[in-house]
């Protein structure tokens, strides 16, 4: 069964401050990864989609790697900002879903300070 | 990227009720949607998958009983919570995406039972 995990489960930082955030799975055979961001009561949105072929993703400030061999994947927010406080949560896709059936971690609860 | 509607979001209802919650993919045809539920402080875990046009498929310990699953358009999705306790109140929400890209995300629906 795919376990997936996330650290740190909370981070605080000043603003400007560039950070990393890791993501662990298991099992190495998926299709690909995705990261989201959520916000409190709110839905998910997506930020980055990496292909289990592929070795990184970039969008923005944002910089999401991806090794499938060792499992893990880290997002690298650079020059944080107070909007970018969130949850943070990497997802997995399992076999048999188009790419689409996800098995998410544990988040990462993000606070950027002013 | 797709876009992803769920109504309501947010109900309350009584104890031994039913609620329904629809997810429905608006610029794309869905012939699979994910149904997942997130508790308190943790992570989304997957309830069901949604087959347009056939059975949902229920992960382990999900009653397929007391969450019924209808996706009888390539557009929408509906489930429904029957007869619901206060156990049953979760964020619930929904997801779709076209085969072998990302998934796009409902909104969510805060579901609580009185």
């Known amino acids: 069964k795919q376990e997936v995990t996330q650290i740190p489960a909370a981070l605080s930082v000043p603003e400007g401050e560039n950070l990393v955030l890791n993501c662990s799975f298991t099992?190495?055979?998926?299709?690909?990864l995705q990261w989201f961001r959520q916000d409190p009561g709110k839905g998910l949105t997506s930020l980055l989609l990496?292909?289990?072929?592929?070795r990184e993703q970039t969008s923005g400030r944002l910089n999401a790697s991806l090794d499938k061999s060792s499992g893990r994947s880290t997002l690298y927010i650079a020059a944080s900002q107070p909007g970018d406080s969130a949850t943070y949560l990497c997802a997995v896709s399992l076999a048999g879903g188009g790419g689409n059936k996800l098995t998410f971690g544990t988040g990462t609860q993000l606070k950027v300070e002013l | 990227g797709a876009v992803v509607s769920q109504h309501p979001s947010w109900v309350i209802c009584k104890s031994g009720t039913s609620v329904k919650i629809e997810c429905r993919s608006l610029?794309?045809?869905?012939?699979?949607m994910f149904w997942y539920r997130q508790f308190p402080k943790q992570s989304l875990m997957l309830m069901a998958t949604?087959?347009?046009?056939?059975?949902?498929?229920?992960e382990q310990g999900v009653e397929k009983d007391k969450f019924l699953i209808n996706h009888a358009s390539l557009t929408l999705s509906t489930l429904t919570v029957t007869s619901a306790h206060p156990e049953d109140s979760s964020f619930y929400i929904c997801s779709a995406g076209r085969v072998n890209t990302e998934a796009f995300f409902g909104q969510g629906t805060r579901l609580t039972v009185v």
């Open positions: 610029d794309f045809q869905a012939t699979t």
């Open positions: 949604s087959n347009e046009g056939s059975k949902a498929t229920y």
């Open positions: 099992d190495s055979a998926i299709y690909n």
């Open positions: 990496i292909q289990s072929s592929q």
